[in-house]
C-alpha cells in the first residue's frame, strides 16, 4: 500500500519558527540570528555591541561543546545561556523556544541568538527571528557568496568583519560584493573591525534603529 | 552535515503515519530533494540505517528523487535552470535571483504492508 505523505521537513521547520516569532512578540525580545563561520568574530561583535547599544542585551549561544562564550559574556553583565548541541552543527526553533522556559529575559531586550559556526546547515534552520545577520572575516576569502549562497540569501545584513588584516590578506571587495548582489540584493553591508572599533557605530545605528521600530509596532 | 537532525525529522514523519495505518513494514520511502536543499543522500541514508534499526522502518528502501535549482531573471521576466557553476540568465547573460524552487527537502510517500 502507498500512503501519501508530501511533507516538507523545512516547510515544517519554518511553521515552528512561526511559533517562535510569536513568543519573542509576546515577551518583547527582539531577536537576532547572527551566523558565521568558527572564528569569524560573532562573540566579538556581540560584545562590542552591547556595551554601544542603549538598550539591554542578551545572549543565547550555540555551540556544539563547552560555555566558554556564554562564561565570558555573563562575566560582563550581558545575560548569557548555553546550549550545547553536543555536536550538532546548527540549532532549531525548538531549541530556542526551550531555551527560553529557563532563560529568563526582561522585555524590551534584544536577544542575540549566536548560531553554531557554521556557513551551511545553520541556514537552512530559522528561529523565528527578526533580523538574521551573516558575518565573515576578510580572511575568509570574496568567494563565499558564491561558495555558500544560502547562507547570504535571506539575510538583513551582512558584517564584513577584520578590516584591519586588509593589508595582510588577498579580499577584493567588488568580488564580493558582486556576488553577494546575486543571491541577496537587498542586504545591508557593513565594513567593521572588532579590534580596533572602525565600522561598529554604524551597524549600531542601524540595529538600534531596526530595534526602535520592532518595539514601536509591538 | 545536518542530515544526522534531518533523518530523525524524516523517520518521525514516516513512522507516525506508517503507524496511523497501521502498517506493519516500511519498504519504501520516497523523498524529493532539491539542489540546493543542502542534502546529501549519501549522509541520510547512512543515518537512516542506524537510527531505524528496532523500528518497522528498518531495512525500508530510500528512494530519492531529484529536483533542479531555478532562478528568475528580472530583466528577461522568466525562470530558467541553474548552470552548474554560476547564476547567469542564459538569454541576458544578467545575474538572476533565486527562487525557493530547488530548496525542498519532502518526504513524498512511502510504500508499506
Known amino acids: 500500500m502507498e500512503i501519501s505523505i508530501e511533507q516538507d521537513i523545512f516547510k515544517n521547520e519554518a511553521k515552528l519558527a512561526e511559533e517562535n516569532r510569536q513568543l519573542f512578540s509576546q515577551k518583547g525580545l527582539m531577536v537576532v540570528n547572527l551566523l558565521a563561520a568558527p572564528g569569524a568574530g560573532k562573540t566579538s561583535l556581540i560584545k562590542k555591541t552591547a556595551h554601544l547599544l542603549k538598550v539591554p542585551t542578551a545572549v543565547i549561544e550555540g555551540d556544539p561543546a563547552s560555555s566558554?562564550?556564554?562564561?565570558?559574556?555573563?562575566?560582563?553583565?550581558?545575560?548569557?545561556?548555553?546550549?550545547?548541541?553536543?555536536?550538532?552543527?546548527?540549532?532549531?526553533?525548538?531549541?530556542?523556544?526551550?531555551?527560553?522556559?529557563?532563560?529568563q529575559v526582561e522585555p524590551n531586550t534584544l536577544l542575540f541568538v549566536e548560531n553554531v559556526g557554521n556557513l551551511i546547515c545553520t541556514a537552512f534552520f530559522p528561529l523565528g527571528e527578526e533580523l538574521r545577520v551573516v558575518m565573515l572575516s576578510i580572511a575568509e576569502g570574496d568567494d563565499k557568496p558564491?561558495?555558500?549562497?544560502?547562507?547570504?540569501?535571506?539575510?538583513?545584513?551582512?558584517?564584513?568583519?577584520?578590516?584591519?588584516?586588509?593589508?595582510?590578506?588577498?579580499?577584493?571587495?567588488?568580488?564580493?560584493?558582486?556576488?553577494?548582489?546575486?543571491?541577496?540584493?537587498?542586504?545591508?553591508?557593513?565594513?567593521?573591525?572588532?579590534?580596533?572599533?572602525?565600522?561598529?557605530?554604524?551597524?549600531?545605528?542601524?540595529?538600534?534603529?531596526?530595534?526602535a521600530t520592532f518595539w514601536a509596532h509591538q | 552535515m545536518h542530515e544526522f537532525a534531518l533523518t530523525e525529522k524524516i523517520l518521525k514523519i514516516v513512522l507516525s503515519e506508517a503507524e496511523a495505518h497501521q502498517a506493519r513494514r516500511v519498504q519504501k520511502i520516497r523523498l524529493l530533494l532539491g539542489e540546493l536543499s543542502g542534502v546529501v543522500s549519501d549522509s541520510l541514508a547512512m543515518y537512516f540505517n542506524l537510527i531505524a534499526k528496532g523500528t518497522i522502518a528498518e531495512g525500508a528502501v530510500l528512494e530519492f528523487n531529484r529536483e533542479k535549482a531555478r532562478l528568475y531573471c528580472e530583466t528577461c521576466r522568466m525562470e530558467y535552470e541553474k548552470a552548474d557553476r554560476d547564476f547567469l540568465c542564459p538569454v541576458c547573460g544578467n545575474l538572476g535571483r533565486l527562487t525557493d524552487i530547488g530548496r525542498e527537502c519532502i518526504v513524498q510517500n512511502i510504500e508499506v504492508e
Not at chain 1, 564584513?160 to 545591508?188: E, M, T
Open chain 1, 68 to 103: 566558554i562564550d556564554t562564561d565570558t559574556l555573563n562575566a560582563l553583565g550581558i545575560p548569557a545561556y548555553q546550549i550545547n548541541t553536543e555536536g550538532g552543527c546548527h540549532l532549531e526553533a525548538a531549541m530556542i523556544s526551550k531555551a527560553l522556559t529557563e532563560f
Open chain 1, 146 to 211: 558564491y561558495k555558500y549562497p544560502d547562507i547570504f540569501r535571506e539575510a538583513d545584513a551582512v558584517v564584513i568583519n577584520k578590516l584591519d588584516l586588509k593589508p595582510h590578506v588577498d579580499f577584493r571587495s567588488d568580488n564580493f560584493y558582486k556576488g553577494l548582489k546575486a543571491v541577496n540584493p537587498k542586504a545591508h553591508i557593513f565594513e567593521v573591525s572588532c579590534k580596533n572599533g572602525a565600522g561598529i557605530e554604524n551597524w549600531v545605528n542601524w540595529l538600534a534603529v531596526k530595534a
